[in-house]
Structure formats: structure tokens, C-alpha cells
Nanobody
């Protein structure tokens, strides 16, 4: 059974750092990604990484966020530095069995809240 479980969210001051994790079970996915949804806004793509590396980020987080995967642990991470209040959102883990871009992920986690105070 496929399961994605996020953890590590919390409250942090602007300029601070936070690392969130997504533990996958069931199988090793070709693509894993992070999305986020702020209050009153649509869910948006943040970053994704294929099993062979190739990280890709949305422009607003480039240079501040780093996506990584530990294949042995079947876990994905998002290191978030220089956080801004506009980064406040529920962060979702997503996964796919194919090389996927920014859309069409069949598997999703329940989300973890990240709140950045000004």
C-alpha cells in the first residue's frame, strides 16, 4: 500500500530555516515532489526530484530551498532557508511512478503546516 507521510512543519520567524520530510512506503517512486497551498490560494508546485537527481524548483524558491532524496530510506526532504511570510502554507508531498514534471501526481500525502512569522 502506498503511503506518503510528511513531518517537520512548524512555526519559524522570517529569515529562519526549517526542514520538512516525506517518508514514502509501498515502493520507490521515480519522481517525488513538494507542493504547497496557502490560505485562499490554489495549490502550487514547489520542487521535484527524479530518482536520478535532476532537482527542479519554482522560481520563487530558487536559491532558498533545496530538495533531496534518500533512496535507501525512501524519504524526501525540503530544506527551506531564508524563509519569508509568503512561504506560509500547507506543504504536500507528491509522488509518481513516471518521470513527471509539475502536474499529474497520483499519490499525495496529508500535508504539514509551515508558518513563517514576520
Amino acid at each position: 500500500q502506498v503511503q506518503l507521510v510528511e513531518s517537520g512543519g512548524g512555526l519559524v520567524q522570517a529569515g529562519g530555516s526549517l526542514r520538512i520530510s516525506c517518508a514514502a512506503s509501498g515502493r520507490t517512486f521515480v519522481t517525488m515532489a513538494w507542493f504547497r497551498q496557502a490560505p485562499g490560494k490554489e495549490r502550487e508546485f514547489v520542487a521535484r526530484m527524479w530518482i536520478g537527481n535532476n532537482p527542479y524548483y519554482t522560481n520563487s524558491v530558487k536559491g532558498r530551498f533545496t530538495i533531496s532524496r534518500d533512496i535507501a530510506k525512501n524519504t524526501m526532504y525540503l530544506q527551506m532557508n531564508s524563509l519569508k511570510p509568503e512561504d506560509t502554507a500547507v506543504y504536500y508531498c507528491a509522488a509518481s511512478d513516471t518521470y513527471t514534471g509539475n502536474l499529474a501526481y497520483p499519490y499525495w500525502g496529508q500535508g504539514t503546516q509551515v508558518t513563517v512569522s514576520s
